[in-house]
């Protein structure tokens, strides 16, 4: 493995941007941020160009950020009614079911346009209207987007909760935003197995609002029960809706949507996006990331529940008239040749993933990559968790076949897009590095204890943002504060992320992980306190602390020590009834790993756990503790080790 890859000469002269454009516009975006956002303002389609470009403040106590305020807009018609007067009969969407032999699906803008207006026509008639709540629980079916882009149309607001969570977790977010309707499906086949999601629909809608409606998009045509005048079948309406909707005038700064994520503290935060700078941050990062070309089909295996099936499946692609491929499946079904299947089925030019799918597939051999005809691949992405050098190697060698620079982009639910990345046609890239800030982007490396900002290369500390950028989220839904404390609180007048990192010597950025109680399944972003709540809400538990430990394909896994109520057997029964608590509580996605009956914690003589060391001994480096003076109970650790040596 070398330490770092130069961009194929081709593609460097034909990229959007080329190591000296990189230079001159990030200089512009930092030294002249107004100038800069404007012009890029100008990929959006306004109906009232802003001329207020930037008003944002990070001082605690009236952190506020608008951008683009005194504009006018519709999300919708930027990522599709504009597009029709070209592009009419390109193909918007390329939908690729579950299942190889069901025919895939090839949306143009047209019927993009017709669809979405006829889903704005149902959702209007079951009574949402602009500033109104709308969540989604579906499959990655094309009406997930239709869906998306309706509420946009009709000015509501949307809130998509991941179909891997819980009806106890999908119930929570319904009366978190107190949404209108709920959207769902009848089933959502993934691997040849169905997740009955009307099902679950209906138990979270036992603990809602009376209200709430729920449109059902079938799918499967499975058997659901049906509840009159709360459920409705939205073929049947669809097909009686007109296919013309005119979209809504709506404010830069409104809502466009709310997606729940974790942190280190209490229950998920709604995570606010606007409008404008939501929209012009998400297509000038698709645009200039992926080298994104007119007529290029490009391919993000995410999921529309989590942000980056938000930006980088619809918003971004759709508002640059992108074909963009929307995937059902897994990469495992039929078998681990499924995504490179897909990759020569559609010829995809610009494929983007996780590293703990790259992992999974690199653990089946090379056999059903090489197989494939990969020749379209240009580019490749990776993102949400840091990427192990062998799994970065594999990709690029066995997958991109040593020609296709790989674009590791470093961002959260809370950017709105990309803030590290290399781009293609600029930077060399170094396995496992996110190298370079994007446009506009200033980020720092602090001293942990005191907060200072470490200048200098090397540098190794906490990665903060010291200014605001148009994709940023805006607030946490109801709690404006909790958003301060969050993000502004620790590190004054900077945006925290709850990241580490290193600048190496040449000043490019590595992300090291989390620094605070979030860790990273598979992906999937968790706090481990919503796992310790789900815990001892069971009534055999006294009490839980979970920590992430390193797992060889979902990047974390979850160890889980769990101290029992008086009198209660541990048994192996238990630990699979605790573990089937944790996936009815939370969801599938949160299924403890590894579960280690605790007969105490360590804690402090003030009653705090001591994670660190708990990770420690997760992580069998048990040499390593670090300082345990302040254990209120030594004896507690050796147990702990004890314990996990015989594996709990
Ligand atoms: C987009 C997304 C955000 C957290 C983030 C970080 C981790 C994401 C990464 C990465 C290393 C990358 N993360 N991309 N770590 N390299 N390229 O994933 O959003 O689900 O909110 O997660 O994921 O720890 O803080 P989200």
Redesign the pocket.
């Known amino acids: 493995m070398k330490d770092s890859y130069s961009p194929p000469e081709e593609l460097v002269k034909n990229a959007h941007v080329d190591a000296a454009r990189y230079d001159a516009l990030y200089k512009r975006s930092i030294d002249e941020p107004e100038a800069f956002w404007a012009e890029q303002a100008e990929r959006i389609d306004w109906v009232k160009k802003p001329t207020q470009i930037k008003n944002t403040d990070f001082s605690l106590g009236q952190v506020s950020i608008e951008w683009f305020r005194d504009g006018t807009l519709n999300v919708a018609a930027n990522c599709i009614d504009r597009h029709l007067e070209k592009r009419a009969q390109q193909t918007a969407i390329i939908w690729e079911p579950d299942d190889p032999n069901e025919a895939a699906q090839h949306i143009t803008y047209q019927q993009l346009h017709d669809e979405t207006c006829r889903m704005a026509n149902v959702l209007k008639d079951l009574g949402v209207a602009r500033g109104d709540r709308v969540v989604l629980y579906l499959p990655m079916i094309p009406e997930a987007a239709y869906a998306m882009l309706a509420c946009a149309r009709i000015g509501a607001i949307h809130s998509i909760v991941f179909a891997g969570f819980s009806p106890d977790a999908l119930g929570q977010r319904i009366n978190g935003c107190n949404a209108k309707v709920l959207i769902t499906s009848d089933e959502s086949p993934r691997g040849g197995r169905k997740t009955l999601l009307k099902a679950n629909a209906d138990k979270a809608l036992l603990h809602c609002d009376d209200n709430v409606k729920c449109l059902v998009v079938k799918r499967t045509g499975g058997q659901t029960t049906w509840v009159e005048d709360r459920d409705y079948d939205y073929r049947a309406l669809a097909a009686e809706a007109p296919a013309t909707c005119e979209p809504e005038e709506m404010n830069a700064e409104d809502p466009l949507f709310i997606l729940y ?1 974790s942190g280190s503290t209490g229950q998920p935060k709604g995570v606010v996006h606007t409008s404008g700078g939501y929209l012009t941050y998400a297509a000038l990062t698709h645009e200039v990331t992926f080298d994104y070309h007119e007529g290029e089909v490009y391919w993000c295996t995410a999921d529309v529940g ?3 099936g938000h930006s980088y499946i619809v918003y971004g692609p759709l508002a640059n008239g992108a074909t963009t491929l929307m995937f059902e499946g897994v990469p495992t079904y039929p078998d681990a040749s499924r995504f490179w299947q897909v990759c020569e089925k559609h010829k995809v030019v610009q494929f983007y993933t996780a590293p703990t799918a790259i992992r999974a597939l690199m653990g089946q051999g090379n056999d059903y990559v090489t197989k494939c005809d990969l020749s379209s691949l240009r580019i490749l992405g ?6 192990n050098p062998e799994a970065w190697a594999w990709y690029n060698d066995v997958v991109g076949g040593g020609r296709c620079p790989i674009v ?7 950017t709105g897009g990309h803030l590290m990345t290399p781009l293609p046609g600029a930077h060399a890239t170094k396995p496992g590095a ?1 190298m370079k800030p994007f446009f506009g982007i200033r980020p720092v490396v602090l001293d942990p204890t005191s907060g200072e900002e470490i200048h200098g290369n090397p540098a190794e500390g906490v990665l903060a943002i010291a200014d605001s950028w148009p994709g940023q989220m805006r607030t946490v839904w109801g709690d404006h504060a909790r958003f301060e404390k969050t993000y502004f609180s620790d590190y004054k007048g900077y945006y925290f ?3 580490g990192c290193k600048r190496d010597k040449d000043g490019d950025y590595w ?1 090291t ?2 620094v605070d109680d ?1 860790i ?1 399944v598979s ?3 968790m706090g481990t306190a919503e796992v310790e709540s789900a815990l001892v809400a069971h009534e055999k538990v006294a009490e839980a602390a979970v920590v992430g430990y390193p797992h060889k394909v979902k990047g974390q896994g979850i160890y889980c020590y769990v101290t029992l109520m008086n009198g209660i057997e541990p048994t192996d029964d238990l630990k699979k009834e605790l573990r089937d608590w944790v996936r009815n509580e939370i969801g599938p996605i949160a299924s403890p790993d590894l579960i280690q009956w605790a007969p105490g914690l360590p804690k402090t003589r003030s009653g705090k756990i001591m994670r660190r060391i708990l990770r420690k001994i997760a992580e069998d480096d048990f040499g390593a503790l670090g300082d345990t003076s302040t254990l209120a109970d030594p004896a507690v650790v050796d147990d702990l080790i004890e314990n996990r040596m015989n594996k709990g």
Do not use: L
């Open positions: 994520t989590w942000v980056t990776t993102v949400g968790e840091p990427i590791d982009t470093w961002w959260q639910t809370e996110a992320s709850g990241d992300i992980g989390r979030v990273n992906g999937h972003r």
